[in-house]
C-alpha cells in the first residue's frame, strides 16, 4: 500500500484509532504509524506520554524511504524483464520445427504447430486459410494416390508432402507469421503428444487389419 493510501486510511480513522496506532506502533507497518502520526497532529490530538514525534520520525522514516526504494528497483526490474520480453519478440514454433514434425509425423502435425502460431499472433484468419489448404491439399492427395499405386510409382508417395511443407515455409509463413525476431517454442510436449497419437494409429490399425484377417479365415503369419 503507497503512503498517500495510509494517509486517506488514517483520515477515516477515529481519534481513538489513532492513538491506538502510535502507542502500538511496533505492531503496525512504518508507513501506516507515520500517516497516524501525521492526521493526529493535523486534529491537534494530544500524543501518548512518552512519545517524541520527531523521535518516531527518525526512527521510521528512513526504514519506510528503504522499502520504497527497494519497491522501486523491484518494478524498474519487472519492467525491464517484460520490455526485453516483448523486444525478444513472440513465442513461436520455428520453420525449421515446422519442418522437422511434417516430416518425422506428417503435415498434419506440422500444420497444427503452424496454426498455434497463427493463435499466438491473433491471426485467426490465417487458421481458417490453413486448414482449408491442409484439406484441399489431402483431397488432391487422395484422389492421385490409386492411378500412383496402379503405375508402380509408390515411391512417389514418400514424397507426396514436400509440396505441403514448402508452402508452409514459403507462403504461409512469410505472409502470415513475417516476424523477423521471435523465441523459439519449446517442441518436446508436441513431440510426445504426436508419437502417443502416431502409436495408437498404428495400434488401431493393426487390430484392424487383423480382425479383417479373422474374418477372411486367413493366417496371420
Do not use: H
Not at 22 to 36: Q, T
Amino acid at each position: 500500500m503507497m503512503a498517500e493510501d495510509y494517509a486517506a486510511k488514517m483520515s477515516r480513522k477515529t481519534d481513538a484509532e489513532l492513538l491506538q496506532y502510535l502507542r502500538n506502533r511496533a505492531e503496525y507497518r512504518e508507513e501506516a504509524v507515520l500517516a497516524a502520526l501525521d492526521e493526529a497532529e493535523r486534529r491537534a490530538l494530544p500524543l501518548p506520554a512518552g512519545l517524541d514525534a520527531a523521535a518516531v520520525r527518525a526512527e521510521l522514516l528512513p526504514v519506510v524511504q528503504a522499502q520504497q526504494a527497494a519497491e522501486a528497483q523491484r518494478q524498474a526490474a519487472t519492467a525491464a524483464s517484460d520490455d526485453e520480453a516483448a523486444d525478444a519478440g513472440p513465442v513461436l514454433y520455428s520453420p525449421v520445427t515446422i519442418t522437422i514434425f511434417s516430416v518425422f509425423f506428417s503435415m498434419l502435425a506440422g500444420g497444427a504447430l503452424l496454426a498455434i502460431n497463427f493463435r499466438t499472433l491473433g491471426r485467426n484468419g490465417a487458421i481458417g486459410r490453413l486448414v482449408l489448404f491442409i484439406v484441399a491439399y489431402l483431397v488432391v492427395l487422395a484422389l492421385f494416390v490409386g492411378p500412383l499405386l496402379r503405375a508402380g510409382m509408390m515411391v512417389l508417395l514418400l514424397f507426396a508432402e514436400l509440396p505441403a511443407i514448402m508452402a508452409y515455409n514459403l507462403w504461409f509463413w512469410p505472409r502470415y507469421v513475417g516476424v523477423v525476431r521471435y523465441q523459439s517454442r519449446g517442441w518436446l510436449i508436441p513431440f510426445l503428444i504426436c508419437t502417443v497419437l502416431r502409436f495408437g494409429a498404428y495400434m488401431l490399425l493393426g487390430s484392424f487389419l487383423m480382425q479383417r484377417l479373422a474374418e477372411l479365415n486367413l493366417p496371420t503369419q
